[in-house]
């Protein structure tokens, strides 16, 4: 029988994070940076949340600002509900990542990697070298959207709407790796489904980190349930080392993380609530 190859990194001390009660809006602003933080330089990360619920009387003016082929992707949704969370979740996304690189929202243009995750090209961006650093990710489910938005590092973000009608053991043996099943399987039911969503979500916002999304592969890593979050890879790979894992606070009912370069050390997590565009 084959050797399974178990490396485990454990990642350091939890970042500072900073609430803030002012909501976002609007797209004139400063361009995200690296600042000092209590004498230190530390790498600021933005995690934004919206909900789709107070962004529904704004989604004619996001509607305004998406391109051709954004529009015509909402076209294809047969739901309005599922049409109405891409237009909410792009238009958020235009708004917050014109802030940064000091463009209208309808002039952000994006590329893509070739796993499909979107990127600002530094060809389209202003002769700025701080907004051709940014780095950007988006979740959304059900009414709750979020955004992760960095400077000079990788970033991936998820959220799950923990729902009740879901064969946990079933998927659980499909698709994670077989600590986590056991993980799972020695749980009871209401502990269980909470664990399921917030390993999910771990995984899922360190493989959008990667730029892999989940074609990587969830079997060939695994995340621990208990925190701080250490992530196993199968077999031996060193290169995880420079990646880490962090829940992130979204409303109750839901289960999110947040994936990215580096260690926890030098970085400060910043709290946002976006409540529409300017009007």
């Known amino acids: 029988m084959p050797v399974l190859t178990i490396h485990t990194f454990i990642f350091g001390t939890a970042p500072q994070v900073c ?19 209590k004498g230190r330089a530390r790498s600021v990360v933005e995690v934004w949340e919206a909900s789709i619920h107070q962004l529904r009387p704004a989604l004619e003016a996001l509607w305004q600002i998406l391109d051709a082929a954004e529009r015509e ?22 708004q917050l990542l014109a802030t940064k690189v000091g463009v209208h929202p309808a002039h952000v243009h994006f590329s893509y990697s070739e796993h499909g995750k979107p990127y600002l090209p530094q060809a389209a961006m ?12 988006v979740a ?5 959207i979020v955004m992760a938005v960095g400077w000079g590092r990788d970033v991936g973000i998820d959220v799950e709407r923990v729902r009740a009608n879901v064969d946990i053991i079933r998927l659980a043996e499909r ?5 986590e099943a056991e993980v799972l399987r020695s749980l009871d039911h209401e502990a269980r489904r909470s664990a399921f969503f917030k390993l999910w979500t771990r995984k899922e916002a360190f493989v959008k980190a990667l730029g892999r999304g989940v074609a990587y592969g969830f079997k060939r890593f695994a995340v621990s349930l208990e925190t701080p979050v250490r992530l196993q890879s199968y077999p031996l790979d060193t290169a995880v080392q420079r990646w880490s894992i962090l829940d992130i606070e979204v409303p109750a009912g ?17 709290r946002r609530m976006w409540t529409g565009p300017e009007k």
């Open 175 to 179: 698709y994670f790796a077989p600590t």
């Open 19 to 37: 609430e803030t009660d002012r909501p976002g809006r609007g797209w004139r602003g400063l361009a995200l940076e690296s600042y000092n933080c």
């Open 73 to 94: 992707r909402a076209d294809r949704y047969r739901y309005a509900d599922a049409r109405e969370r891409f237009i909410a979740a792009r238009g958020m996304q235009r």
């Open 126 to 137: 202003p002769a700025s070298a701080a907004a051709s650093q940014v780095t950007f990710n």
């Open 254 to 270: 839901f289960a999110g993380a947040l994936g990215f370069e580096g260690g926890r050390e030098a970085l400060e997590i910043k």
């Open 140 to 144: 959304h489910s059900g009414d709750c």
